[in-house]
């Protein structure tokens, strides 16, 4: 007998040994369901795309006094591509929304995405021209933590709302929860007429071309007429 035919629980054969002591089996019977969402709840990456106050308190969750790594997250993921939770911290200006929306697109499936904050969820205080009310305008949004900021807890128990969320997922009802073509996994949805509509009249960092108006810039003769200083 060398060490090989050692049983888990001690015993050297199906009847003296198994995984979980003397005389116990040899294997375990479970849901593909059960242990591909346990994976996935247990070791979600976040993208943390943080813009305002909001992203300090997130910072806070991953110190020691909160510790995220506990639920597995402490590998804050700064590429897109390697990361499944994105979580916005703060104002969207609509200049920026492009770049939310494109880092949203470049997240392979499945994705969640958490929206922390007043700002972040509704605008906020800041009801004003250029600001998105709200990133579920950009992105669907699967859990709103509110608050102005919140507290790490606020986010720690979201992100617990998505562990929930997953847990309850069935691969069978898989394209109920999402559905996207296998050739255009993490790569940019967003066409050019939907990143204008993203940007509204404001224009972009990329596109400058509009006036706060609305009115189209033209930099050539017409540009004085445009922001009217016409025959001057």
Not at 27 to 46: A, M
Not at 70 to 75: L, V
Not at 143 to 150: I, T
Request: charge should be negative; hydrophobic fraction near 35%; include cysteine.
């Amino acid at each position: 007998m060398g060490i090989g035919d050692v049983l888990p629980g001690g015993g050297v054969s199906k009847q003296d040994g198994g995984m979980f002591g003397a005389g116990s089996p040899t294997f375990l019977t479970t849901k593909i369901d059960w242990v591909i969402n346990w994976g996935r709840r247990n070791s979600l990456w976040p993208m943390p795309f943080g813009t305002a106050c909001c992203a300090i308190e997130m910072m806070a969750s991953a110190a020691s006094n909160y510790d995220l790594a506990r639920f597995g997250m402490e590998r804050m993921s700064f590429s897109p591509r390697q990361a499944d939770v994105l979580i916005c911290a703060g104002r969207v200006p609509y200049k920026l929304a492009p770049v939310l929306r494109r880092i949203w697109d470049q997240m392979p499936q499945p994705k969640w995405c958490v929206s922390m904050g007043a700002c972040a969820s509704s605008g906020g205080v800041f009801d004003v021209y250029s600001m998105v009310q709200g990133i579920d305008t950009i992105v669907p949004v699967d859990v709103y933590v509110p608050g102005c900021p919140p507290r790490p807890e606020g986010l720690i128990y979201g992100l617990m709302m998505i562990q929930e969320k997953i847990r309850q997922e069935s691969l069978s009802r898989h394209f109920e929860h999402r559905a996207e073509d296998p050739n255009s996994v993490a790569r940019p949805h967003a066409n050019a007429e939907e990143v204008s509509g993203l940007t509204g009249p404001f224009g972009s960092s990329t596109h400058q071309d509009q006036l706060s108006t609305g009115l189209v810039v033209d930099t050539g003769d017409g540009l004085a007429d445009d922001l009217g200083q016409g025959d001057d």
